[in-house]
């Protein structure tokens, strides 16, 4: 836990919450302190319902034109254009609250259910890179009587004496400038060779000393999105990032339509050239802003699900979509970046991080690699939802796999208001069980515009929570006429999130029973694979020692929450640490790292991959988990418990105002 800054205090109920970051923002605090304070336009300042009144402390505060010049004066602000920079005391007017009384929840006065991001790697801060494709400076004596060996020989000894480098070879493409550039910096010169197996081979020969002007670049190749980022490879440093929507994407959101489009006549010509396309424009964009010369490039590593990489490749996916599901290699040779279309100079090599099977790829091996599941006894759970959900459990000594066909509503698809986690896209909702108002946030405080996926897990767990939805995620009919938030619209029974007049959109943005189904089978889909994963090796949920969710989507996720509607099974939120784009950093590692390669490939044979649509125990679990938490019970008792506490609060509450 990080060290405590500041203490909030939360007036009249006294709800108290500590803070560790700097400048947190108010709102924020309060949702994860469990007050309610009603916010309906995502924090952007426009609704003017989140009013609090400073008692105490420091802030730094936007004046808004929705307080007075007397409300100001007496300390009001919105809450959520306020930064905390001291301890506080601030008081929730009844304007602010609910309408039916007061109700603290569970949660208050603790912030363990905030999910920190781990941080991958550390150990390699300060330990100078050794990557698979590395500059050497060599200085030879010219050729002479007595020494007439051939020039390429004379480089190979120099490699040897000065680097330990056994044996190199070198294609006709090097030989033929060879002679030339070793006379032209009178025998100085620096090789760029790629030590990727034996034996290394010479990728580039330049006049004189370049070590210090070598740079590589880690891709990761995402269904969705593509990352890059551009590293020093003397130092190892971050020199640009950039990421980009993957061009792919007008031909399908998943792999299962992108591998449809491929059949088509010139369709996996035409993915290739989208991808490849927008890796190019992250390419560019990386450049931009770091400046540097691309002819500086050592080598690019690759990472991106089986699918992904095919297309990267050029290979049919055919086989990957067919039973008994093939893909056409795990292992790829070293080849050069250009040969794919990347914009780079011929001598750039490219490594493609190796796949396990069809639906667990590069993308997985690289999300280990970084988070290091394979160098440690505790039994790791590591999933990365995207569009599809992946799934390692294991340890030090053996890994096994699944790829739960999850479906893409936690990156927006197949929800009314979905969208992916960008500005805003709704991240936090919370729904008060008294009166059923909500408080809702979203990424860069704006209007909403729809709903991302941890926008959804909390928004279905808060409406389990206040009874709105029942166990099989059906509204609750009778709410209706309590409040016009829960209605029967155009596709069927909805809960009302924000008025068309407090979001970007010229409509209500409404959660509706469908979406939630959608969310359902995509929760129990990889909560299932993780089970059959379980049982196929003889342990239970309740072995796990650590939980690690890769991928955008956990970014924001609430544990809690995750647990509530039975995303994650019930454990310790103290093992549960959100992986950030585990890909990207293992893409990176294997980048800088020779040894890090070899790893990967190790990483890649350790891992046995269980089929689901073969195996009988998961149609059975499937079925299970479509229920919130589960349909059995006994396998979520805090959860179960909290929420008949709440049940009976809200009623005792009710019956009191
Ligand atoms: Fe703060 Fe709307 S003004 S949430």
Not at 63 to 68: E, M, N, P
Not at 158 to 178: H, M
Not at 270 to 277: A, S
Not at 405 to 419: H, I, L, Q, T
């Amino acid at each position: 836990m990080p060290e405590k800054k500041y203490t909030v205090v939360f007036e009249p109920d006294n709800v108290a919450i500590d803070v560790f970051n700097e400048g947190e923002n108010l709102l924020r605090v309060a949702i994860v302190a469990g007050v309610h304070i009603n916010a309906s336009c995502g924090g952007a300042g426009t609704c003017g319902k989140c009013k609090i009144k400073l008692l105490e402390g420091e802030v730094d505060s936007e004046r808004s034109s929705k307080l007075s010049d007397e409300q100001w004066d007496e300390g009001f602000k919105l809450a959520c254009r306020t930064n905390i920079k001291s301890d506080l005391r601030v008081e929730i007017p009844i304007e602010s609250r609910h309408e039916k009384g007061v109700l603290t929840r569970q949660g208050a006065g603790q912030v363990d259910h905030v999910i920190s991001q781990a941080k991958w790697g550390a150990e390699y801060e300060n330990v100078a890179p050794e990557p698979i494709v590395a500059k050497y400076y060599v200085e030879m004596s010219p050729p002479s009587e007595d020494d007439n060996i051939s020039d390429m020989a004379r480089v190979g000894q120099a490699l040897k004496r000065d680097y330990d480098i056994p044996k190199v070879t070198a294609d006709l493409t090097i030989l033929k400038d060879l002679s030339t550039l070793l006379r032209q910096e009178d025998w100085k010169a620096t090789i760029s060779v790629c030590r990727f197996k034996e034996p290394s081979r010479i990728l580039k020969v330049e006049p004189g000393d370049t070590r210090e002007k070598a740079l590589i670049l880690a891709v990761d190749v995402g269904t969705t999105t593509i990352h890059a980022k551009l590293l020093d490879a003397m130092t190892g440093k971050e020199l640009a990032f950039s990421a980009d929507y993957n061009a792919q994407m007008s031909m399908g959101e998943d792999v299962i339509s992108r591998m449809v489009n491929a059949a088509k006549k010139g369709g996996l010509e035409t993915l290739q050239k989208r991808v490849v396309k927008t890796i190019n424009t992250v390419i560019d964009e990386v450049f931009e802003k770091a400046g540097g010369d691309r002819e500086n490039l050592t080598h690019m590593v690759f990472g991106g699900n089986t699918t992904m990489t095919q297309l990267l490749l050029g290979l049919n996916p055919k086989y990957i979509r067919e039973a008994p599901y093939v893909p056409v290699a795990n292992l790829y040779t070293t080849l050069t970046a250009s040969q794919l279309g990347v914009a780079v100079p011929d001598h750039v090599s490219a490594y493609i991080m190796p796949c396990v099977a069809s639906y667990v790829g590069g993308d997985i091996t690289a999300g280990v690699l970084a988070t290091e599941i394979h160098l440690k006894q505790e039994l790791t759970l590591f999933m990365d939802v995207g569009t599809n959900g992946e799934i390692i459990i294991g340890n030090k000594d053996w890994m096994v796999s699944a790829s739960a066909s999850a479906g893409p509503a936690f990156e927006g698809g197949g929800v009314k208001f979905g969208m992916r986690a960008s500005f805003g896209a709704i991240e936090q909702v919370r729904v008060s069980p008294m009166d059923y108002e909500p408080m809702i946030m979203t990424i860069g405080q704006v209007k909403p515009k729809g709903i991302c996926g941890s926008g959804m897990i909390d928004c279905i767990a808060e409406l389990q929570m206040s009874g709105v939805i029942s166990q099989n995620g059906k509204f609750n009919r009778e709410l209706a006429e309590e409040t016009w938030r829960v209605r029967e619209g155009e596709g069927g029974w909805e809960y009302v999130l924000c008025r068309a007049e407090d979001t970007q959109l010229d409509e209500d943005l409404a959660i509706t029973e469908p979406d939630i189904d959608n969310l359902m089978r995509t929760k129990a889909s990889i909560y299932s694979a993780c089970a059959v994963l379980l049982k196929s090796v003889g342990l239970q949920f309740s072995d796990l020692e650590k939980i690690i969710i890769a991928g955008g989507f956990g970014q924001f996720i609430d544990v809690e929450k995750a647990m509530t509607i039975g995303l994650l099974p019930e454990a310790d939120p103290e093992i549960v640490e959100y992986g950030g784009n585990t890909s990207l950093e293992g893409c990176r590692l294997a980048s800088l790292y020779r040894d890090k390669v070899e790893e990967a490939e190790v990483i890649g044979s350790m891992i046995t991959n269980i089929e689901l649509s073969t195996s009988n125990m998961y149609m059975d679990e499937y079925v299970a988990a479509l229920f919130l938490p589960h349909t059995r019970l006994e396998e979520f008792p805090i959860r179960v418990k909290r929420l008949e506490e709440m049940h009976e609060a809200v009623a005792k509450g009710k019956l009191e105002s």
